[in-house]
């Protein structure tokens, strides 16, 4: 005996679980938004601070994503610090796990999204850092999976390469990055180290005979 209805089994009907599963990847394409998945490649990993200063963006693949925020991005906002403005805006997008695996994890070799990987939303013109994949969003309600959701929040751009070749992309490195294509830095605009350095010269000791400074020339 059963107490759930007997006209519909989805559990353990294929022609059900497919049903449901395009009913998701078609709400996701009315409802969604135009979004770009870049995977992230390693060049050298710091296992000491798990991170990789060096790593770059070679693809930017397009996908519709749905925003589960209605009321506005979460998180903590922009907040001004002693370091300028930090932007700690948070967002969740849900993607189609048939539409991931059909348009990039069977062509990337990827089983599912990645922490640390890229969305680009050309309609904020923003970039968002993949902190935590949910991989059991909306609990086996219809029966199976149809959705990772992807727990972003604002990428704080640090001169990573972005070779995607869609160009508002790469323009993100031509604007801001500090690291100029022949791997030198670029000086800033704004910098005063040798304002400070020279400044300090004039009044502060560093020859052998004083090397601790301790006194004003």
Same mark, same amino acid.
């Given at each position: 005996m059963t107490t759930t209805s007997f006209f519909f089994n989805n559990f353990s009907s294929a022609s059900e679980q497919r049903l449901l599963n395009d009913l998701s990847v078609e709400m996701i394409r009315i409802h969604g938004i135009e979004a770009y998945?870049?995977?992230?490649?390693?060049?050298?990993?710091?296992?000491?601070?798990?991170?990789?200063?060096?790593s770059k963006f070679e693809h930017a693949i397009p996908l519709e994503m749905y925003i589960k925020n209605f009321s506005g991005y979460q998180g903590e906002g922009d907040m001004l610090s002693k370091f300028g403005i930090t932007m700690a805006d948070q967002i969740t997008l849900s993607v189609s796990r048939t539409r991931f695996t059909e348009d990039i994890g069977s062509i990337y070799d990827l089983i599912r999204p990645n922490e640390g990987d890229l969305i680009y939303i050309p309609m904020t013109k923003s970039l968002f850092e993949v902190k935590f994949v949910e991989?059991?969003?909306?609990?086996?309600? %219809?029966? +199976?999976l149809q959705y990772y959701d992807?727990?972003?929040?604002?990428? @704080?751009?640090?001169?990573?390469?972005? $070779?995607?070749?869609?160009?508002?992309?790469?323009?993100?490195?031509?604007?801001?990055?500090?690291v100029q294509a022949n791997g %030198?830095? +670029?000086?800033?605009?704004?910098?005063?180290?040798?304002?400070?350095? @020279?400044?300090?010269?004039?009044?502060? $000791?560093?020859?052998?005979?004083?090397?601790?400074?301790?006194?004003?020339?």
């Open positions: 998945y870049m995977n992230r490649t390693h060049v050298n990993i710091d296992y000491l601070f798990m991170s990789d200063p060096l991989h059991e969003s909306n609990f086996y309600q %219809t029966g +199976s992807l727990k972003c929040e604002r990428f @704080n751009y640090n001169s990573e390469r972005l $070779d995607t070749g869609v160009s508002e992309i790469d323009a993100i490195e031509t604007k801001y990055s500090a %030198t830095y +670029s000086a800033d605009p704004l910098a005063q180290n040798d304002y400070f350095e @020279n400044t300090a010269l004039t009044f502060v $000791d560093f020859s052998v005979t004083n090397p601790f400074s301790e006194n004003v020339v």
